[in-house]
């Protein structure tokens, strides 16, 4: 890589925050390598920004697929300086008992169990150097709560717990933070707010602020849960 290139891996990098960072970081001259669950979202992510770009067809819910994917994308560009876990899904609105034991066990996988995944595989190779930051997409809702959304708070409020109890565990020099990437008009707050999402900033404009923000975190941020003001 490039002086002052940074290598940047991000889980659910077809649409939306992940998309949108995956555009900027790679607009500011950074290697991205990032994974979604969409043949058909990462065929257009990676056709849009091409090479030295990696983008793979991978579920964060799979362990063995992330495994050899992390093995892949460290072979060749080495362990990441940033890595991003984005990957998550939300539930329908409705009350928590009336969401089936299928619906809440796939929100579960994806929003824990996937960060858990992504993070058992990649950050030994990030420990060996001593260097890098995980950031682990929380939310507003994993920091408060409301009707309607139990099993996505749960799983949120569970994402700040795990990040700052790896901050506890990682040598110096490293940093584990909960983002939260504060209010956006994605497909997800659409599902929630209708058409009021249109009140807030889409995912282009928001990752203008946030690219630069997220590359600034440093050691010095382990541990804190943060907001992209």
Same mark, same amino acid.
């Given at each position: 890589m490039? =002086?002052?290139?940074?290598h940047?891996?991000?889980?659910?990098? $077809?649409?939306? *925050?992940?998309?949108a960072?995956?555009?900027r970081?790679?607009?500011l001259?950074?290697?991205?390598?990032? #994974?979604?669950? $969409?043949?058909?979202?990462?065929?257009?992510?990676?056709?849009? *920004?091409?090479?030295?770009?990696?983008?793979?067809?991978?579920?964060?819910?799979?362990? @063995?697929?992330?495994?050899?994917?992390?093995?892949?994308? &460290?072979?060749?560009?080495?362990?990441?300086? /940033? *890595?991003?876990?984005?990957a998550? %899904?939300i539930?329908?609105?409705?009350?928590?008992?009336? &969401?089936?034991?299928?619906?809440?066990?796939?929100?579960?996988? &994806?929003? /824990? =169990?996937g960060?858990?995944?992504? %993070?058992?595989?990649?950050?030994?190779a990030?420990?060996?150097?001593?260097?890098?930051?995980?950031?682990n997409?929380?939310?507003? +809702?994993?920091?408060?709560?409301?009707?309607?959304?139990?099993?996505? #708070? #749960?799983? =949120? +409020?569970?994402?700040?717990?795990?990040?700052? $109890?790896?901050?506890?565990?990682l040598?110096?020099?490293?940093?584990a933070?909960?983002?939260?990437?504060?209010? &956006?008009?994605?497909?997800?707050?659409?599902? #929630?707010?209708?058409?009021?999402?249109?009140?807030?900033?889409?995912?282009?404009? +928001?990752? !203008?602020?946030?690219?630069?923000? /997220?590359?600034?975190l440093? @050691? !010095?941020?382990?541990? !804190?849960?943060?907001?992209?003001?």
């Open positions: 490039d =002086k002052g290139q940074r940047i891996v991000i889980t659910g990098v $077809s649409r939306g *925050l992940g998309r960072l995956a555009r970081f790679s607009a001259g950074h290697l991205v390598s990032g #994974c979604a669950r $969409s043949a058909e979202g990462i065929a257009r992510i990676a056709a849009e *920004l091409g090479a030295p770009h990696r983008f793979s067809v991978v579920d964060v819910v799979d362990d @063995a697929a992330v495994g050899a994917w992390a093995d892949a994308v &460290i072979g060749e560009a080495g362990p990441p300086d /940033l *890595l991003i876990n984005n998550a %899904i539930n329908p609105m409705k009350p928590l008992w009336e &969401i089936s034991a299928a619906e809440f066990d796939a929100l579960i996988d &994806i929003n /824990l =169990k960060v858990a995944n992504v %993070i058992r595989h990649f950050v030994p990030m420990i060996q150097r001593k260097q890098g930051v995980i950031v997409m929380s939310s507003g +809702w994993g920091r408060e709560t409301d009707a309607g959304v139990a099993p996505y #708070c #749960c799983s =949120k +409020w569970g994402i700040e717990g795990l990040t700052r $109890s790896l901050a506890q565990e040598p110096n020099g490293m940093a933070i909960p983002l939260n990437p504060g209010i &956006i008009d994605t497909d997800m707050l659409r599902s #929630c707010f209708g058409e009021e999402a249109k009140n807030y900033p889409d995912a282009e404009r +928001w990752a !203008k602020t946030a690219a630069p923000f /997220l590359l600034n440093s @050691a !010095k941020d382990n541990g !804190k849960p943060l907001t992209v003001s």
